[in-house]
């Protein structure tokens, strides 16, 4: 299988996205075509070693900026790099797409040429975080900013889904975002979800609160992209801000400098635990396609990390699995968010 | 001025609300009423030398249990001791209330016995958050989980007027809580506070972002109380984690436990520096009366703390000045409101 890669989208485009899919290449043999400019591109790839790498370029002469549009990926740009990516997909010349580009574009892009799965009516952007015990997937993290019960209850089946099969949790636990542990707490969104979710043959705990994110209380945190996107820059802000606190202290004084030299290597291993690019991209789940999102500055590693989630993604043919998923639980659901729905009304 | 607080409410009590207010009454020499089981009072009281301290008791028979309905405080428990504590607001016996139980029943019981001031809708937690820079004022964080447009931008003038009056910002910056900097983001909820904000006269920056509450972008981020929860928990076990995650690490060797006896100071400080005990409690802002929220589990200090700033509350006329913006803006953002609703319907 072969990755497109969005060479042109990121902020620091397109040298880390050459570097991490000649890295990728090298390291995983996965083959790989470089998305954008053909001349900046070769200029690029010169600079590395790629004898015995398959890396090929395919030339789009657009680029979706960070302020443009997320429609203009459809509408006003179609050729630019992420449209072109995933219309490679779509021809079946790769059979995925990285992007550290606009993200907005790259979930219009993948919508719109690819089309979704059959039974989901919004993909979502689903990210890892690190946790005391292990990692948590929270979905939605961005793309749909006011949703729907039925939104929030195919968000839980798909990252069930992705927990089981490419993060290897045999029995994911999964959670829905609230205020309070209680059935009493949330908003009209969550606890019509709620409801709905007790209902579905998966391993639903419930509501959790903003803690257990990080506590790897359940291996899935479900909630809407707009609290989900709150919760992503908080976390990456917080982290950042405790790390800048702490190293503020510790300049305070020569002996706590000192002492800094023999914890450096702890500090070290600390930050490679919650990097974001160690875990590369956020998988868009949904689309009937595999497509990861990456952070806009993104850096070689999680450039190369996210073409391999995405080649694991392909390979554990997680759209099949979810795909059948849906089509088990869908009518199973749908009932239920009727049956609610009219306890509601009535 | 005295303090009435609910000495029943909390994880610890009554131990740590006594021991909270024998201190604030040496340390502030404020006056406090103890509001509970006068039996249990003494006993606890006991233990301390309140020698020359004005510490009254109030008898109260009944408590709301964190488990309980946030109703009960008001109609079926009517004399648990923070709605007794309220009532003593009521019949002019103490000018504000401290209490670290069951928060909903606290928000409850305040707006029953007390109401709300004119103007205002629905009152709102404020919560401080340690930030590089100072302090950042995020409300609502728990009271109201399904808001209308009005309610935050009340939300907003009631937190730039406690910025202004009580954390001493000479023109505090206003945020708006959203999934982008950019206007074309948000939610529907937060595009029509955002058109409506721009037109009150104050500070105000638009849209920030989850990780806008620790670097001190702005003194006052406004999001409904569902949003604003999740942003306090996650914050309170991320900071926990990171703190478990980096002495993890430190234990793994023998050579980094040593620097730590250097650097274990600066973690000291830093701890200090994130520890809600510092900042008491949360102000209940938008009832007529003072109102503090405590932690469930808050300790000595954070006890302590909240008398404190409570104390302020009341010496600083926040209410007052509350009413008195809301005089002056109301018809202001009303008619904003009218127009923005114009012109979303045509």
């Known amino acids: 299988m072969r990755v497109a890669v969005d060479a042109m989208g990121g902020d620091n485009a397109p040298t880390v996205e050459v570097e991490g899919s000649v890295v990728a290449a090298r390291e995983f043999g996965i083959p790989i075509t470089l998305v954008g400019d053909t001349e900046k591109l070769r200029q690029e790839l010169a600079k590395h070693n790629v004898q015995g790498l398959d890396i090929a370029i395919h030339h789009a002469s657009e680029v979706v900026g960070m302020h443009d549009a997320a429609s203009d990926a459809v509408r006003r740009k179609k050729d630019s790099s992420i449209r072109v990516a995933f219309d490679l997909v779509k021809s079946g010349e790769a059979e995925a797409v990285v992007s550290a580009g606009n993200s907005g574009a790259t979930m219009a892009a993948g919508m719109f040429v690819l ?7 919004r993909p979502a952007i689903a990210q890892i975080f690190p946790t005391l015990r292990g990692k948590t997937l929270v979905l939605d993290v961005g793309g749909n900013v006011d949703c729907k019960p039925i939104h929030l209850v195919q968000f839980a089946i798909m990252g069930e889904v992705y927990a089981r099969h490419v993060m290897g949790v045999e029995h ?3 959670g829905l975002l609230s205020n309070g542990e209680e059935d009493s707490k949330g ?5 019509e979800t709620n409801a709905i979710l007790k209902n ?8 959790v609160e903003g803690r257990d994110i990080f506590n790897g209380m359940v291996d899935v945190v479900v909630c809407d992209g707009f609290v989900g996107n709150v919760v992503l820059k908080l976390s990456e802000g917080l982290a950042e801000t405790v790390g800048k606190m702490l190293r503020e202290e510790i300049a305070g004084s020569l002996l706590s400098k000192l002492g800094y030299l023999f914890v450096r290597k702890a500090f070290k291993n ?4 919650v990097d ?6 956020a998988p868009l789940i949904g689309i009937n396609g595999v497509a990861m999102i990456c952070h806009g500055g993104s850096n070689v590693k999680a450039i190369k990390n996210a073409i391999l989630f995405a080649h694991q993604y392909v390979c554990k043919g997680v759209n099949q699995r979810l795909a059948e998923k849906m089509e088990t639980e869908f009518t199973a659901y749908m009932q239920q968010c009727d049956a609610v729905k009219e306890a509601a009304a009535g």
């Open 200 to 207: 579905i043959s998966f391993d639903y705990e419930g509501y």
């Open 115 to 121: 089309k979704r799965l059959k039974g989901i009516d």
């Open 270 to 273: 600390f930050k490679k635990k």
């Open 187 to 191: 908003n009209e969104l969550t606890r």
């Open 276 to 281: 974001y690019a160690e875990y590369g991209g």
């Open 172 to 174: 994911p636990r999964i």
